[in-house]
C-alpha cells in the first residue's frame, strides 16, 4: 500500500503510527499538544524515534467526549498538518469521521483517513477517499454493544464499512481495517477480541490495532493512563503475533524496539549457509 510517498508492505513489516492528539480532551494526552509549537515538537520527537506515520486528531473519541463542529476541528488540524507537510516527509493520517475535516486535511497535506466509525457516521466520507484516492483506515464502532455473537457481529459490523467504502469507488488496496479496541466494548469483549485478533485476517486487508493507554490495559493492571506502557507493548508484541501490522501508539520508541525485537525471532537471518 502506497501512503503518502512510501511504500508500506504488510506482509512482514510492522509499522507504527504515531498518536498526536491537538485537542484540550483526550483521555491520555488532552491539552499537551494543542497548540502549534507543541504540536510540531511532540510530531518531531515521534519521527525521530521511528514513527512511520504520524495520526492527528482534532476532536477526542474517548468515552463521553464533548463533539466540535468541522469549522472547530479543521482550525485544529489544518495548521498542523501544514506545518508537518513543510518539515517532514513523514505520512500523515487525519483521524476524523467528518467528510468536511477529511477533505481540508487531504488538501492540506493529509494522506489517509482513520475515521472511528468506519464510513458510517458521515455519508459523504467516503466518496472523499474515493475522489483523492486515499487510504482509509475503516475502525469497528456501534452505537449499542448488544451483540449476539461477538466476533461474526464485529467481523460483519466491518463487511458493511468496506462494503460502504468499495460502493463509493475506494479502491480494494486502499482499505486498512481496524477492530476497534475500547470501542462499544467492555472489558471482557475487548479481551476476547485481543485474543481472536487473527479471525479479522479473513476480510482480507491488513489491520491496524490501536490499544495504546487504553482503559482494557488500565482496568486489567489497575494503572493510571500515563502508566500503560508495558501492559501497551505487551498487546503490540501479541498483536503482532496475530498478524497486526499497523500499530497506533502514544509511546513510538517503546514499541517500535518490541516490535523490531519481535520481528527479529519471527523471520531470523538464515545461519545454514
Known amino acids: 500500500m502506497k501512503i503518502g510517498n512510501k511504500i508500506f508492505d504488510f506482509e512482514k513489516e510492522a509499522y507504527v503510527m504515531g498518536i498526536l492528539n491537538v485537542t484540550p480532551d483526550s483521555f491520555s494526552d488532552g491539552g499537551k499538544y494543542n497548540t502549534l509549537e507543541t504540536a510540531i515538537k511532540q ?5 525521530l524515534e521511528g514513527a512511520h506515520i504520524i495520526d492527528i486528531g482534532g476532536e477526542s473519541t474517548r468515552p463521553g467526549h464533548s463533539e466540535v463542529d468541522a469549522k472547530t476541528e479543521i482550525s485544529r488540524v489544518v495548521p498542523v498538518i501544514q506545518a508537518l507537510v513543510a518539515t517532514y516527509d513523514t505520512p500523515i493520517s487525519i483521524d476524523t469521521s467528518k467528510a468536511e475535516v477529511a477533505k481540508a486535511a487531504i488538501e492540506a497535506g493529509a494522506d489517509l483517513i482513520n475515521d472511528v466509525w468506519g464510513f458510517k457516521k458521515d455519508p459523504d466520507i467516503a466518496s472523499i477517499a474515493a475522489h483523492y484516492n486515499i487510504p482509509c483506515c475503516l475502525m469497528h464502532n456501534r452505537i449499542q454493544a448488544d451483540y449476539k455473537n461477538l466476533i461474526p457481529d464485529i467481523l460483519d459490523d466491518l463487511k458493511e464499512s468496506i462494503n460502504i467504502a468499495l ?7 486502499n482499505i486498512l481495517i481496524d477492530p476497534g479496541i475500547g470501542f462499544a466494548k467492555s472489558l ?6 485481543m485474543n481472536r485478533l487473527d479471525d479479522f485476517l479473513d476480510l482480507g486487508y491488513p489491520i491496524l490495532l490501536g490499544t495504546s ?9 489497575n494503572l493510571t493512563a500515563r ?10 508484541v501479541y498483536g503482532y503475533m496475530k498478524g497486526c501490522r499497523i500499530f497506533r501508539v502514544h509511546d513510538v520508541k517503546e514499541n517500535l524496539r518490541a516490535l523490531q525485537m519481535t520481528e527479529a525471532m519471527v523471520y531470523p537471518k538464515d545461519i545454514s549457509k
Not at 213 to 221: D, E, N, P, V
Open 43 to 47: 510530531a518531531g520527537k515521534m519521527i
Open 167 to 173: 460502493a463509493s469507488g475506494v479502491s480494494k488496496e
Open 188 to 193: 471482557e469483549e475487548n479481551l476476547v477480541v
Open 213 to 221: 493507554r487504553k482503559s482494557m490495559i488500565g482496568k486489567t493492571l
Open 227 to 236: 502508566e500503560r506502557v508495558e501492559g501497551t507493548i505487551a498487546t503490540t
